[in-house]
Structure formats: C-alpha cells, structure tokens
C-alpha cells in the first residue's frame, strides 16, 4: 500500500495554508494566512476563490459540521467552524458567508472541533482554556483552565469525553461534573497535534520530540515511531480507523492503525500543518507551509485468499493474480474503489455508487447492483452472505445481490462499527452495542430479527472484540469475545429466558479469529500463541480442556500482533512492525472436525490412532460425548487414561430410561441444575433426589421429598449414614424437624449389612423409568429413623 501524491505546479494560495476539511469525497476546502477560502473540485481539477476573509482573520483551524447523523441528512451540514488568531471562532456558510463571530480565547484560537451528534463544539486557544459551546455559538461550559496553551483537541467516541493536549501532557477530561480525569506525560516535547478515533478508539499524539505515538483510550502506550528530522506538525486518523497520516517538514507518512508505516513520501511542502481524510477513506489532503494543497490517494491495496492475490493498483483498477498458474485478470470500475473484501470464494467491492460481487470461478461477469448515497465503511463475508455497513444500518445481501435483511437496534450507530465489533456467520449475526459496550446484540441472518428469546448478550465488563463461530448447526453457534481486561469468553448464541453460561477460556488474550472452516479457535494470549482444536469441552467436560490446546511461543511476534485470518491450517498474523508471519497448523484436528459432523465416527477413531496425539484424542472424546455417541466416548476417555469417566459411561450405557441417561450426560458435564429439572419434568422424582444426595445437596433433597411428598425416609435415612460416616450429630432444624419425636436412633453402622441390601434395591429403583415408591427401608434401619410428611 503506497500514496500517490498530487500536487500543483504552482501553489493556489500565496501564504501557508493552515488548514483544510472536505465537504463531499471530492469537493475540499482551504484556508491560508492569505485570507483566502479556496474550494477545490477533484473530478474538474478546478480551484476558485470561494472568499477573502477580512484582513485581522488569520485562520488556524477548520472543521465541518457533521454531515450525516444515524444515516440522516442535518440542516447544519453546509457549514463549517472557523478559529482565528484574533480569540474568535467563525461559523461559516457552505457559500463562504460569515453566519456568526464569536469572542472565544484570550489569545488564538488553536482549534476547534464539533462532537460526532453535532450537538456540542469544543474550542481551545492560548490562554489555556478548553470551552463547550451549542452549535449555535453559546458557551455552555469552560471545562478546563491552565497556565499553557492547548494546542489541539479531539472528542471522545460517544462524544462524552474531550482529549486535550497541556505542554508534554495528554489528558482526558469527561464532561461530566466530578468524574476523574486521566492525565499522562506522552512526549518529552511540546504535544502539537492529537486525534481520537471513533471506530477502534485510538489515539494518536505527535510533538517536537520529532515521534508520533499510538495510545489507548486508557493511556497505554502501543506504538512510538522512531524520531524523525523535523518536529511533527499534524496526525489524522481515517475514517474507518484501519489507516493514519502523519505530516512533518517535506514528509508525509501513511501508517496501519497499530503504528508500523506502509510508505514514506518527501514531498517539496514545507511543513504540512493540517491533515484531513476524505469521508470514503480513499484519500487525504495536507495543508502546507510553502502554500500548496497536497493530495494523496490511496493505492495497492492488496487482498490475499488462498491462491488469489488482489491489488488495487489504480482508482479504479484492481489486478487479480492467480499464483497457482500465474493467470493475471484486470478488473476494471466505473467509479473509484472504496472498500473490498475477498474470502468464501467471492470477491466484494463497493464503489461510490454501487457494488460489484465476483465469484473466483468466473472474473469476467460480476453481479452489480446500485448503493444507497452513503459510503460503505465496512463489508464482512460469510460462506453464504455478506453484510455492507454504511451510516445508514447494516445491509445482508446474498452472493446473487438480493437484500436478506437489515437488523436494527436501538441507539444503533454504524459509523463506529469494525471488524472487531461485528461479525457474520451463515445463520447469525452479531453486534457489539457503542452505547453499553457490554452488551452484544444477536441477529438471524435471514430475519434480521433478534435470535432466541431477543434479549442482548450481557457481560460484565465492557468488551472489546467478537467472533462467531463459522461452522456447525444454528442451535450449536457459538461466540467467542474478548473483554477489556483481555480475558477470552465463549458462550452459545441461544438463549430462552434462562441466564447463558458464559465461560472464560483464556486470560491477556490480544486477538482471536475462528477457522473458516471448522470451528477451531486461535489466539494469541499473553506471549503464547494458542489454538483451541475444540472450544466446546468447556460445555461437555471442562477438565479436559487444558488438553485439547495446542501452544507455541509468540515472542517472535513482538508486542500487539494481530491475527489477519486464519484459513485452512494456515494462521496469518501481522506483527507490529508490519510484516506478515505464517504459522501452520496440524491439519489432523480439522479433518476430525469434518469426520464428526458427518458422524463417521469409525473414521475418527482411525484417524487419532495414526495420529497418535492425546490432543485429538482428548478432542474426540469431547465431541463423542457431545453427541452423545457413547462406544466412541467411552475409547477416545480411555485412550487418554479417564479410567473413573470410562465406568461413569458405562454406567449411563445401562440405564433403560432415555430420559435418565439424558440427566446423567448432563451430570457429567456439570450441569447438574438441568439434570434435576429433566428428571422432574419426566416424572423421575426419586432419581432428582437421589441425584441431589449423591451431590451432598442434602436441603434440596429434603425439599423436593417433601414437595412431592415421597421418598422422606430414604433422604432421612442417606443424611444418617453420612453422618454416623463423619462421627458428626444432626443440628440441621429441618432434618431434625422430620426425625424427631418417635423411636430413639439406632446406628446404622451397626446394621451394615441391612443397609447394603436396601442400597441393593434402592439401585433397581434407580434404573427404572417409572417413579414407583422406593422398597422398605431394612427393619433395624426404619426402627431407627423417625418420619413424619
């Protein structure tokens, strides 16, 4: 990915240009210490004079009103905030006429920016102070003061924070009265520039040490450049989040979002003072000392799937190789390129206008259809569908362009949306909300309606990054996320009114991404990399686990690698400085995933035993036992020494009732509440308490013998044995409440035998499927125990 720049002969303005903004993705304006506004037309390459300022109006800074909130056109959006060196901020006309001056700073006003709602503007100056007007122009608020000027100034995401530079300084003030403040030392000069990003909530920093610097929102430092010649006058992030430009004296450097820089161009600018990315992302523009306007677009862009390798190597042009055969395809577009995505065999990309979907079968016929007026930012792909993301809502279309659905929910903002806070399966899709970041909002793919009982996923913390799982049955879909404290969840997607099971998997996880094919998961935790070969034990058999991971070292990575996908056994990982690194993986557990969704569970077997690994073996197990095919269970438990597990099996092997064996596979798996409520709703009222006394859940026991009034003595005469066991007495009110006031006890132990031969009968009980009375108890036993119902 490189810039091609663009720049005039002659510069149009006769002093620096201070600052720039864009009004559409082709239309810019500027302003310069010559007084002048220019607009300029990229597609007529025409420049005019929109007006001269007057003479005491040197501008500084120039940001447009929002154009589109929530997909909807404002009435504001023709305008754009003007701050001066003479303390005054100006709201201006599409047309360049001044609608308002306001007497803001003591001193210049350094720059001014409006929130993402448009609802609120915040100016900083000379004197120190950070001001929260209406978008009328009144003071609201004088957030902060100090003794230094502020020099540049960004809002929060959700518009409910502002970062603002003080000398060597960030800090970060919420706007609310009272709520604390972050403050750090980012550079060891003079902070000159910052910007906030609404998508991956980033920020950028750049001073006169001559670095620029990647933060998060909590103040940790990801990524510091190396120093550079010359004091770095200007950052700005794109759109989308995915790419920033950092301007310096005759430099400009395009740079991923973690930092590492794709090109470096030496332009004859001067210093560019000002840098603004056009609202599609394809391209920027830098205010310059030496009073040019200089325009960069974006170029070679590549994409990579299997044997395809894709670049973008004009606006409007992309080349598609085949590596295989070295067949070379050109690919050519009416309008200039936007975003694209190649995976699932397809290839989607949106331009200005409309959207074209290519299968890698057939480059020559590509399916089209047109767009809405916004500008997709985001475009995710599943085996079946793929979704467009524009400021508009979220759009499901299939790979024949017929719309499926378009989810909706409330607060919904998809400007702020990315690949780490969506993500598409063939049957569902899901949403991390902006507004509560706890909270993930799951959609059918095919309804657009929420899944299951249409209550949102809820954490309890907020959640930086989700994943669905790609492969396997609606009502078996799992989603695996990364919270804020970096510790890695995966629960199930179906949820009925009852709270979901969300169980941690992983902890200092960094990034993650699901197989395409199979649903293996892979991450990097911490400075191992890490690969669940079967995610789901966690619901059948926690304690194997441990066991079903495949670990490597990751220090090669260095710090904040990210996954880029993970496709067959193939995993592609950018490390922080760039570059790309290719990890292989045994390619066993995903042809046991294919055998056991086809339940060729003799072939699965086959396979561990040529693998000879207790890793697939451990795997097989699980998913044996997951789909409740015991004979393989029962040799994959085996193989791996779970010899206690094995007997378990078998034991569950010979109950007759299908609805006993049902609780007992939940018991194995832990899940003894669902167990108890099965037996119950089947009418196996003795097993559901006995189940709860083989637990020790002695209360619960007493409680349901007493509800359905049976089985009161074999309770009783369990809670004695246990314990004359202990050499304890009873002090449990309700126990001795049901005993007392009859014969004396008499010890159980001293009637052994007579209680073996009870147990004997209470097991026949056990196994029928029929909830009949239990046998009498042993007669020393019953003169030994008191019962009243």
């Not at 240009?17 to 304006?29: K, Q």
């Not at 706890?438 to 907020?462: M, R």
Request: hydrophobic fraction near 40%; charged fraction near 20%; proline fraction near 4%.
């Amino acid at each position: 990915m490189r810039l091609k720049i663009s720049l005039l002969k002659e510069p149009k303005h006769k002093e620096l240009v201070s600052c720039v903004g864009w009004t559409t993705a082709d239309e810019l304006y500027s302003c310069s210490d010559d007084h002048q506004i220019m607009k300029w037309n990229l597609l007529t390459s025409e420049t005019t004079r929109l007006v001269k300022l007057p003479d005491d109006i040197y501008p500084i800074d120039l940001h447009w009103f929002p154009r589109s909130i929530g997909g909807e056109k404002q009435s504001h959006a023709e305008s754009f905030v003007l701050t001066s060196s003479d303390g005054k901020f100006h709201l201006i006309s599409k047309l360049g006429r001044i609608e308002k001056s306001v007497d803001a700073h003591c001193g210049a006003v350094l720059a001014g920016r409006w929130n993402y709602e448009g609802t609120a503007l915040v100016t900083v100056g000379e004197d120190g102070q950070v001001k929260i007007w209406s978008k009328s122009g009144m003071l609201r608020s004088t957030l902060a003061q100090q003794g230094r000027p502020v020099y540049s100034v960004a809002w929060g995401p959700d518009s409910g924070k502002i970062l603002y530079t003080s000398g060597k300084q960030l800090i970060i003030k919420p706007l609310q009265p009272n709520a604390k403040v972050l403050q750090w030392k980012a550079h060891d000069g003079l902070i000159l520039k910052t910007d906030w990003n609404s998508v991956n909530d980033l920020i950028l920093s750049a001073g006169e040490d001559c670095k620029y610097k990647v933060w998060d929102s909590y103040g940790r430092l990801l990524y510091s450049s190396q120093p550079h010649e010359y004091p770095i006058t200007s950052v700005a992030w794109a759109v989308d989040g995915e790419l920033f430009a950092v301007g310096s004296f005759h430099t400009l450097r395009l740079c991923g979002k973690t930092g590492w820089s794709y090109t470096l161009e030496k332009p004859n600018t001067g210093s560019i003072y000002n840098i603004a990315w056009s609202i599609d992302g394809t391209q920027l523009a830098g205010a310059c000392g030496n009073g040019h306007v200089i325009f960069a677009h974006v170029v070679e862009q590549r994409w990579e799937w299997k044997n395809f390798e894709i670049t973008l190597i004009k606006r409007r042009t992309m080349e598609v190789h085949n590596v295989i055969n070295d067949a070379v395809d050109l690919l050519e577009f009416r309008d200039r390129v936007i975003k694209a995505s190649l995976n699932y065999g397809h290839l989607v990309v949106s331009t200005s206008l409309q959207c074209y979907v290519f299968s890698v079968k057939n480059w020559n016929t590509p399916l089209i259809f047109d767009l809405k007026e916004r500008t997709v930012s985001l475009i995710l792909q599943a085996e079946r569908h793929f979704l467009l993301v524009d400021g508009g809502g979220l759009y499901l279309y299939s790979y024949e362009g017929r719309l499926i659905s378009s989810p909706k929910y409330p607060g919904m903002r998809t400007d702020i949306l990315n690949a780490q806070t969506v993500s598409l399966s063939n049957d569902t899709l899901a949403v991390k909300d902006k507004a509560d970041e706890k909270v993930i909002y799951i959609f059918e793919a095919l309804s657009g309606k929420p899944l299951g009982d249409g209550k949102p996923l809820t954490h309890k913390t907020e959640i930086v990054e989700i994943a669905l799982d790609q492969k396997g049955l609606t009502s078996e879909r799992k989603i695996a996320f990364i919270d804020k404290n970096r510790d890695l969840y995966i629960t199930s997607v179906k949820r009925f009114g009852k709270e979901q099971k969300i169980v941690k998997i992983g902890t200092m996880v960094q990034t993650l991404a699901w197989n395409d094919t199979s649903n293996i998961l892979c991450g990097i935790q911490d400075t191992r990399f890490t690969v669940w070969y079967y995610p789901n034990t966690v619901y059948v058999d926690k304690d194997l686990l441990p066991k079903t991971l495949y670990e490597n070292e990751a220090s090669e990575f260095s710090k904040n690698p990210q996954i880029v996908h993970f496709i067959g056994n193939l995993v592609t990982i950018r490390r922080s400085d760039g570059s790309l690194t290719h990890l292989n993986i045994s390619p066993y557990p995903a042809i046991l995933h294919e055998y056991v969704s086809s339940s060729k569970w003799e072939d699965a077997v086959r396979l561990c035993r040529f693998a000879e690994d207790q890793t697939m073996w451990t795997c097989l197990a699980a998913m044996a036992f997951a789909n409740k095919e015991m004979a393989t269970a029962e040799i994959a438990y085996a193989s791996i020494g779970e010899i206690d597990k094995v007997q378990y099996i078998n034991s569950i092997k010979d109950l007759p009732s299908k609805e006993s064996r049902m609780a007992h596979m939940l018991l194995f798996s832990g899940n003894s509440q669902e167990a108890e409520t099965l037996l119950l709703q089947t009418g196996l009222i003795y097993q559901a308490i006995q189940v709860n006394i083989n637990l020790y859940n002695w209360d619960r026991a007493l409680e349901l013998a007493v509800k359905h009034k049976t089985h009161v003595d074999t309770v009783l005469a369990y809670r004695q044995k246990f314990l004359e066991d202990f050499g304890r007495k009873e002090t449990n009110k309700r126990f001795l409440q049901y005993a007392e006031g009859h014969c004396s006890h008499v010890s159980i132990t001293q009637e052994a035998s007579d209680w073996e031969v009870w147990q004997d009968q209470v097991w026949i009980l056990r196994v029928t499927t029929v909830s009949d009375p239990p046998p009498p108890l042993p007669p020393p036993l019953a003169a030994s125990i008191a019962c009243t119902i």
